[in-house]
């Protein structure tokens, strides 16, 4: 079981990022896609989560900014982040779990992060 994510990188503030994480080794269409960020220092936080079905909840903080969006047939989920600010930078991480949850103990299977930095 392997989760890549990508698309991260240096973007100024305004900017806008996608990445993308693909799933492999095992089918996930039913399953729970997440998004997670751990700025420095600080603890890993909910970003956003998309069910099979395409249900989706993002963290209130962030919610018209971020978009969370997937396609099973490629087993991959995406976030779409726009209108970026210096405190969205961290390294995000995907992650594939069986309950619609805005915590990390919900998830089974974590990628190994793409960072994200924000310059003002």
């Known amino acids: 079981v392997q989760l890549q994510a990508s698309g991260g990188g240096l973007v100024q503030a305004g900017g806008s990022l996608r990445l993308s994480c693909a799933a492999s080794g095992r089918t996930f269409g039913s399953h729970v896609m997440g998004w997670f960020r751990q700025a420095p220092g600080k603890e890993r936080e909910f970003v956003a989560t998309?069910?099979?079905?395409?249900?989706?909840h993002t963290t209130d903080s962030l919610k018209g900014r971020f978009t969370v969006s997937r396609d099973n047939a490629k087993n991959t989920v995406y976030l779409q982040m726009n209108s970026l600010k210096p405190e969205d930078t961290a390294v995000y991480y995907c992650a594939v779990g069986t309950q619609f949850m805005d915590v990390p103990g919900a998830y089974d299977y974590w990628g190994r992060g793409t960072q994200v930095t924000v310059s003002s």
């Open positions: 998309i069910t099979w079905a395409g249900s989706t």
